[in-house]
C-alpha cells in the first residue's frame, strides 16, 4: 500500500488553511501533517514532523514566506510550494521565493470554487502529489559546476542533425520547477551567443513579464517577454507571455513570433503550439528542449520538430523536479538525448 503523502500548510488565514486541507484531504493520498500560522511555525514545524511536502503563503506576519524558505532549506530542505497572488508584487515575491529554494508556486485567485482551491497552472493536488512522489526517485542534487558531457545510451546519443552555422533558432519548453530550470540554462550561455532563443513556461500572464526581468538582470544574453511581431535576434532569449499562444513564423528573410490569443488549449502558452510553428518555420535548423514539468506538453510538438529533421533534447529524470514532461518525449522517441540540467546550457553554448 502506497503512503499518504504527508504536507505540512502554512497560511496566515485560517479559512485559507481550511479550504486547502479540505482540497489535499479529499483525494485520499494526501494528509495534513500540520498546518501553521506564520514563517516562524512553519520553520519549528516543519523540523518537528519532517514533512513531504510544504505549501507556503508568500505574505504572513512574523516570518514571511521567503525567509521561511530560506530557514526551512538551511535546517532541513523540504519540497515547498508557494502560494501567490496574481499581481507584479506577487510574482517578483515568488521568483524570490524560488530562488531561495521552492520548488515550484501556485497563483492565487480571488476565491474558492466548488469548495476547490483556485490555482492557475494546475490542480492543486496533482502537483503535491507528483512532486512528492518524484522526490524519491531524485538522485542527491549535482554539485555547482559544470560537469563535462557524459556519454549516453545508444537509444538516447543519437547524431546531432546541426552543421555549424546551420542552427537558427534554440525553443525550450517547461513547466512544473520549470522557472528555476530555464534560468539555470540560460545562465550558462555567452553574451554574444549567435541565434536566438525563444522559451515557453507555464505561468500565469502576470508573472511573465517580471521572469523575463529576472532573468535580463541574471543573465548575460538579453531576455524580454515575448511581443506581437517582435523580431528573433542572436544574443537574445525571449519568454513567451503567459496567457496566451507564442508561434514563430518567417519574415522577410527574417524569424518573428507572433502572439495570439490562448484559445481554449490547457496551456497558455502551450508548449506542443510553440514547437509546431517552429517546425513549419524552420524544418531542420531548430534546436528544441523540453525540460522538466508535469503532464505531456512538447510531445506532439517534439514529433513535429523530429519529422522536419530538427534535433530535440530533454532534461532528465535525476534532476527533474517532476518527469513528465521530458519522459514522455522520451518514451515517445523523439529525444535525441537525454542530459542534467547543468548540461544543458554548456552544451547548447556549443552548438550555435
Not at 4 to 26: A, G, P, Q, Y
Not at 83 to 100: I, Q
Not at 138 to 148: F, Q, S, Y
Not at 176 to 196: E, I, W
Request: net charge neutral; glycine share 10%; charged share 20%.
Amino acid at each position: 500500500m502506497v503512503e499518504k503523502v504527508r504536507v505540512l500548510v502554512v497560511d496566515d488565514s485560517s479559512f485559507f488553511r481550511k479550504r486547502i486541507r479540505h482540497e489535499l484531504e479529499s483525494t485520499g493520498e494526501i494528509m495534513v501533517a500540520g498546518e501553521a500560522a506564520n514563517g516562524r511555525e512553519a520553520v519549528e514545524m516543519a523540523s518537528r514532523l519532517n514533512p513531504d511536502l510544504i505549501t507556503m503563503d508568500v505574505a504572513m506576519p512574523e516570518m514571511d514566506g521567503i525567509s521561511a524558505v530560506r530557514e526551512i532549506m538551511r535546517r532541513r530542505p523540504a519540497d515547498i510550494i508557494m502560494f501567490s497572488a496574481l499581481t507584479r508584487e506577487g510574482a517578483r515575491a515568488t521568483l524570490d521565493a524560488l530562488d531561495a529554494g521552492a520548488v515550484d508556486f501556485l497563483a492565487k485567485q480571488d476565491g474558492i470554487n466548488g469548495g476547490s482551491v483556485k490555482a492557475s497552472g494546475g490542480n492543486l493536488c496533482d502537483r503535491v502529489v507528483s512532486i512528492a512522489r518524484a522526490k524519491h526517485v531524485r538522485k542527491k542534487p549535482l554539485m555547482d559546476g559544470m560537469p563535462p558531457i557524459r556519454p549516453l545510451s545508444a537509444s538516447f546519443s543519437r547524431p546531432l542533425a546541426h552543421r555549424p552555422g546551420t542552427l537558427e533558432l534554440v525553443a525550450i519548453g517547461a513547466s512544473t520547477g520549470g522557472p528555476v530550470a530555464v534560468q539555470r540554462v540560460l545562465s550558462a550561455l555567452p553574451a554574444d551567443y549567435p541565434c536566438p532563443v525563444l522559451v515557453a513556461v507555464h505561468m500565469p500572464a502576470e508573472f511573465t513579464p517580471t521572469f523575463a526581468e529576472r532573468l535580463d538582470s541574471i543573465c548575460r544574453v538579453n531576455v524580454a517577454q515575448a511581443s506581437d511581431k517582435a523580431a528573433l535576434l542572436p544574443g537574445q532569449a525571449l519568454i513567451a507571455p503567459g496567457g496566451m499562444q507564442t508561434l514563430v513564423e518567417s519574415h522577410a528573410g527574417g524569424l518573428r513570433v507572433s502572439i495570439k490569443p490562448g484559445g481554449d488549449q490547457l496551456y497558455k502558452p502551450s508548449v506542443d503550439i510553440m514547437f509546431g510553428s517552429v517546425a513549419r518555420a524552420l524544418g531542420d535548423a531548430a534546436h528544441a528542449v523540453v525540460l522538466t514539468g508535469m503532464g505531456a506538453d512538447g510531445t506532439e510538438g517534439a514529433r513535429l520538430l523530429k519529422k522536419r529533421g530538427s534535433t530535440v533534447w530533454s532534461q532528465d529524470q535525476a534532476t527533474s523536479v517532476v518527469y513528465g514532461m521530458p519522459s514522455s518525449v522520451a518514451k515517445a522517441g523523439y529525444t535525441d538525448r537525454v542530459m542534467p540540467l547543468d548540461e544543458i546550457g554548456p552544451a547548447l553554448s556549443g552548438l550555435a
